[in-house]
């Protein structure tokens, strides 16, 4: 690396390039070269919070201005010659276009902004990007990340395998663009996987599946050695043991993993932890909430089939959109006050779907909120008509 460089390096050689660690190569230099005779600099997204982002550039590219957490940033890096840098975004006047958001993972182009500090005049087009699953027309933020080379999908061995579960995942990588691999998660835990990862294997097709457990530190290099080449993101259910995988390749650089210590507008101490993690070998890793959620809502589709005896009543209801809330003519609100259909498995049915719904719209302040809005008028509404129906006499042990 060319540390010792102290102005960016623009030399032809992208694997010279201080960003190279961070995924910079022939081709983003190539789409990058209008930008740059215009004076900007290219950056690597590293975390996106209201308006502003933190950009990952090279050491020496943007002024004191904006480079709070700069120093611990580049503590971080593993070639030394790039630093993080806070960055405005761009006004987000999209017209709904969901490419236009800034993202972690986005390569960008970066004014070094003289006086006022950077700000993020381009982003370069995406190789791939993960769509939230419930787009809303208004709702910006869909992307959740972009130029993911890797999808690694995370399935646990110590519970019954879901091959369904997991085809819609790999689904879900596939139409990112991004290259799914199956990682096989605590295999300490069975005493023999040779079946179990043959089944998956042939649920995979065009997917690398590889045994692994953090315990024992079996397939770790060979999974560190799958990743060294690009940018991967995990994917999977909640506990099937993506943290302690992120921290089993972090290895020793656990402790980078973090914190981006800097200060907002008004002087205050803040903390966050950087979504743009570089491997020890080689690669890099995000990590973001929502992609984390992913597992949850992709679970929405799945709703149906676990839940099939209420779908099947709904299919009664007046209206064909009923939400079984309120709603007049409804089979499903019907059945529980008849006693056919258990209270328990009703409420359940619906924290799934409120919860579903509610991790696709957590990176979304302004849906969320309308969100929140509606599920108020709903929960009094429904109040309402429960608390009627006792008043009528026909109370129910539910
Ligand atoms: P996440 O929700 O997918 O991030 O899952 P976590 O990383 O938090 O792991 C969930 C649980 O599984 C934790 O108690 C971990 O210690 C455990 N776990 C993760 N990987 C392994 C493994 O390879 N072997 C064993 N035995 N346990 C594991
Ligand atoms: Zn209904």
Redesign the pocket.
């Known amino acids: 690396m060319t540390s010792d460089t102290p102005a960016p390096d623009l030399t032809p050689d992208p694997a010279a390039h201080p960003l190279a660690a961070y995924g910079w190569d022939a081709d983003w230099a190539a789409v990058f070269a209008p930008y740059e005779s215009e004076g900007l600099i290219p950056g690597r997204v590293a975390r996106v919070d209201r308006g502003r982002c933190e950009v990952v550039v090279a050491a020496g590219a943007v002024g004191a201005p904006g480079t709070d957490g700069a120093a611990d940033a580049a503590t971080a890096d593993p070639s030394g010659g790039a630093v993080t840098v806070r960055a405005d975004t761009r006004p987000a006047r999209t017209g709904g276009d969901p490419d236009a958001v800034v993202c972690t993972g986005d390569w960008a182009a970066v004014d070094p902004g003289a006086g006022s500090g950077p700000v993020v005049r381009a982003l370069l087009p995406r190789r791939t990007r993960f769509l939230r699953s419930t787009p809303s027309a208004r709702s910006e933020g869909q992307v959740l990340a972009a130029n993911i080379d890797q999808a690694v999908v995370?399935v646990?061995l110590?519970v019954e395998l879901d091959l369904g579960r997991l085809e819609r995942f790999l689904s879900l990588a596939w139409s990112s663009g991004s290259q799914p691999l199956v990682a096989l998660?605590?295999?300490?835990?069975v005493p023999d996987s040779t079946h179990l990862v043959a089944d998956v294997r042939a649920a995979a097709p065009g997917a690398r599946v590889l045994p692994?457990?953090?315990?024992?530190g079996n397939g770790i290099d060979a999974l560190a050695a799958e990743l060294a080449g690009g940018t991967a993101a995990l994917l999977?259910?909640?506990?099937?043991?993506?943290?302690?995988?992120v921290n089993a390749l972090l290895g020793a650089e656990v402790q980078a993993r973090g914190e981006v210590r800097g200060s907002d507008g008004k002087g205050r101490h803040t903390t966050t932890a950087r979504e743009l993690l570089p491997l020890p070998g080689g690669g890099l890793i995000v990590d973001t909430p929502g992609l984390?959620g992913v597992g949850l809502w992709e679970a929405d589709s799945g709703l149906s089939q676990v839940f099939a005896e209420i779908e099947e009543l709904a299919v009664r209801c007046r209206f064909h959109d009923c939400e079984h809330h309120a709603e007049p003519g409804c089979a499903v609100l019907a059945a529980v006050a008849d006693g056919t259909l258990s209270h328990r498995r009703f409420e359940s049915y619906r924290k799934l779907l409120r919860e579903s719904a509610w991790i696709a719209s957590r990176t979304d302040a302004r849906l969320r909120a309308e969100l929140s809005r509606e599920w108020r008028r709903r929960e009094a509404a429904g109040r309402e008509m429960y608390e009627r129906k006792r008043g009528g006499g026909h109370r129910k042990a539910f």
């Open positions: 995370v646990s110590a998660t605590k295999t300490d835990l692994v457990s953090a315990v024992t999977g259910q909640s506990g099937v043991g993506k943290s302690t995988l984390r």
